[in-house]
């Protein structure tokens, strides 16, 4: 019998005592190192998680930029998540499972988590140039199911060159857009990314990192 996927969370009342917010939030630092102190991440089967918003999955969400354009992608069938299929993004990552937990770091979930990152954007896309990371938000959207179970930690990747193809069969029409051209096709944006969208300035003016 298979084993059932075991998802990174952070109970939602932790949340709440930190300062619940809608939207982006640029106050990485407070809030991260509340989310990773001692006992509160923990791992709890996918199935307990996904329709239950007293658990927030931490979801690695990265965004590619490269001479002003923005890496973007619509989710095909093979999404993990199937209430996203269809809608455009400009985020690649995904959950944080058991399988990133290393020995050497079992009770520091930040390491857990930087691992993930690697581990999501390698498993979906090929990025064959050098570039930054830097950790600009949080994001948060109880306006919609999906939202309500999810908290994103939002990576900005700053790329030399735009060489980036698909590895995942789920990432179609992968193209680098301008937010101009974004801003034409934001009904069909998941609502992260037009969260992000409307937030890309504050984004890019940031360039420190409460993990790197």
């Known amino acids: 019998?298979?084993?059932?996927?075991?998802?990174l969370v952070i109970e939602r009342s932790v949340l709440e005592q930190e300062g619940m917010f809608q939207g982006l939030n640029f106050d990485v630092d407070r809030y991260l190192k509340r989310i990773f102190a001692?006992?509160?991440?923990?791992?709890?089967?996918?199935?307990a998680a996904e329709d239950n918003p007293d658990f927030k999955q931490l979801i690695?969400?990265?965004?590619?930029?490269?001479?002003g354009k923005y890496l973007s992608?619509?989710?095909?069938?093979?999404?993990?998540?199937?209430?996203?299929?269809?809608?455009?993004?400009?985020?690649?990552?995904?959950?944080?499972?058991?399988?990133?937990?290393?020995?050497?770091?079992?009770?520091?979930?930040?390491?857990?988590?930087?691992?993930?990152?690697?581990?999501?954007?390698?498993e979906e896309v090929n990025v064959e140039t050098p570039h930054?990371?830097?950790?600009?938000?949080?994001?948060?959207?109880?306006s919609n199911e999906v939202g309500q179970v999810h908290l994103g930690v939002v990576h900005c990747w700053t790329l030399d060159?735009?060489?980036?193809?698909?590895r995942e069969q789920m990432i179609n029409q992968l193209t680098f857009m301008t937010p101009a051209e974004l801003q034409q096709q934001r009904e069909t944006l998941e609502t992260w990314s037009a969260l992000c969208l409307d937030g890309?300035?504050?984004?890019l003016s940031l360039d420190t990192s409460a993990l790197s």
């Not at 019998?1 to 998802?7: D, F, H, L, R, Y």
């Not at 001692?38 to 199935?47: K, L, Y």
């Not at 060159?161 to 698909?166: E, L, S």
């Open 60 to 67: 690695p969400y990265v965004i590619m930029s490269c001479e």
């Open 73 to 122: 992608y619509v989710r095909g069938k093979r999404a993990g998540e199937k209430r996203l299929v269809g809608n455009r993004s400009i985020g690649i990552g995904g959950h944080i499972n058991s399988v990133d937990e290393s020995p050497l770091f079992d009770a520091d979930y930040r390491e857990v988590y930087l691992s993930a990152v690697t581990r999501e954007v390698t």
């Open 38 to 47: 001692t006992g509160v991440p923990r791992f709890i089967p996918r199935s």
């Open 161 to 166: 060159t735009p060489a980036v193809t698909r």
């Open 200 to 203: 890309i300035d504050n984004i």
């Open 1 to 7: 019998m298979a084993t059932e996927e075991q998802v």
């Open 132 to 142: 930054s990371d830097r950790i600009v938000a949080l994001l948060n959207d109880d």
